[in-house]
T-cell receptor, first 113, second 110 residues
Framework: GAGVSQTPSNKVTEKGKYVELRCDPI?????LYWYRQSLGQGPEFLIY????????DSGLPNDRFFAVRPEGSVSTLKIQRTERGDSAVYLC???????????FGSGTRLTVV | GENVEQHPSTLSVQEGDSAVIKCTYS??????FPWYKQELGKGPQLIID?????GEKKDQRIAVTLNKTAKHFSLHITETQPEDSAVYFC?????????FGKGTSLLVTP
């Protein structure tokens, strides 16, 4: 597609539930990133994929967070046993390769109640 | 890891004036420095970038300068317009990912 697509745009879930956030990157972009943005803050790095593999997952806050990119295109960020502190905007970005300009999606606003 | 500091956190200018936002970074290995503009409810949008082998880059009303020795870089917007009002983020590429500053909320008043 023309840009990075993220679905859903908004997600409200109850504490303790499982959620999946989807990212569809720009076609041909091998690098894919997930970031989390809290109100009034800059995006915070979560995980980087080069192709199908997670090259750097050092930003994932704990083992409740997991991400996959099985075919090197669409990626899914999965959060288990959600907590209120997980509420934030989750941004996905893609680029032709690492070290080049990212194109961000509009994000998924996750609210845990 | 990389630490990016950004100042000021808020900036208000009159239409037609210039705006300057400054950032510092900690990792001397960082080699790519983009700037993003984020409007309410949208993802960050790349507006200009600079690599470590270049000291200055300009694109119409927007320019970026980089001082590698001092590890700081700045965004300059001239002839500001109300539509420039947004949150601006600097970032530095280190390792595998961009590390972002906390953002500057720019308000351009007519």
């Amino acid at each position: 597609g023309a840009g990075v697509s993220q679905t859903p745009s908004n997600k409200v879930t109850e504490k303790g539930k499982y959620v999946e956030l989807r990212c569809d990157p720009i076609s041909g972009h091998t690098a894919l990133y997930w970031y989390r943005q809290s109100l009034g803050q800059g995006p915070e790095f979560l995980i980087y994929f080069q192709g199908t593999g997670a090259a750097d997952d050092s930003g994932l806050p704990n083992d409740r967070f997991f991400a996959v990119r099985p075919e090197g295109s669409v990626s899914t960020l999965k959060i288990q046993r959600t907590e209120r502190g997980d509420s934030a905007v989750y941004l996905c970005a893609s680029s032709l390769s690492a070290g080049n300009g990212y194109t961000f999606g509009s994000g998924t606003r996750l609210t845990v109640v | 890891g990389e630490n990016v500091e950004q100042h000021p956190s808020t900036l208000s200018v009159q239409e037609g004036d210039s705006a300057v936002i400054k950032c510092t970074y900690s990792d001397s290995a960082s080699n790519y420095f983009p700037w993003y503009k984020q409007e309410l409810g949208k993802g960050p949008q790349l507006i200009i970038d600079i690599r470590s082998n270049v000291g200055e880059k300009k694109d119409q009303r927007i320019a970026v300068t980089l001082n590698k020795t001092a590890k700081h870089f700045s965004l300059h917007i001239t002839e500001t317009q109300p539509e420039d009002s947004a949150v601006y983020f600097c970032a530095a590429f280190s390792g595998y990912a961009l590390n972002f500053g906390k953002g500057t909320s720019l308000l351009v008043t007519p």
